[in-house]
């Protein structure tokens, strides 16, 4: 699984203070207006508020560009001021809820992929438990969103027979009706291919 998470970069601090911000993984632009997030900076954790950029209201939803984020201060003094420095890191605010009336449905941010890491881990501790002739290695690894790279590193540095990589996948039901495909909740999917990667047949099959 990997450990990093889709968020942002401070790109550029304008002079009347507000904050313009490059992508790191692949973010909907219509789950970011309005949204809560914190700014890492080398002194602490900064809260801010996504809004549209000076001048950038009209009829249609903005592009990502047009975008910034407002940390509550009115010049490039006061912003640099709260530790803010181009380079930092912006994550969404954390906000864990369990829904349903089972509480069975857990929403946050980040599953993409720290349940990878989870289940890694959790493996470790089932295989702890057994006899069994196999090395098992798990890892978290970083910068799967910017291309997969730390996934490339391990699978290197492991030089194993075989090869999981863990990740989420989008459920394709309502509410559990669907025939065919993805169900929330009904267990793991095996990937056959997407963008990346064609995945064994045998161990598909297996």
Known sequence: GHMDEVGFMVRAITDDGYIKFSRCGYF??????????????????VDALCALGPGMFSDKFPEMDQLVMDVGCTSKDDVKALGIQIGDFIVPKANFQQLGKDKKYLVNKAWDNRIGCAVSYRIMEELKQIEHPNIFIGGGTTQEEVGTRGAKTLGYLANAD?????????????????????????????????SHTISNRKLLKF
Not at 29 to 41: A, E, K, P, R
């Open 28 to 45: 909907f632009v219509s789950g970011v207006l309005s949204q809560h997030f914190t700014i890492l900076t080398d002194t602490g954790e």
């Open 162 to 194: 075989i090869g999981f990589s863990i990740d989420v996948g989008i459920a394709d039901d309502a509410h559990g009706q669907a025939k065919e495909g993805i169900v929330l909740g009904k267990g793991p999917e095996l990937c056959v291919m997407d």
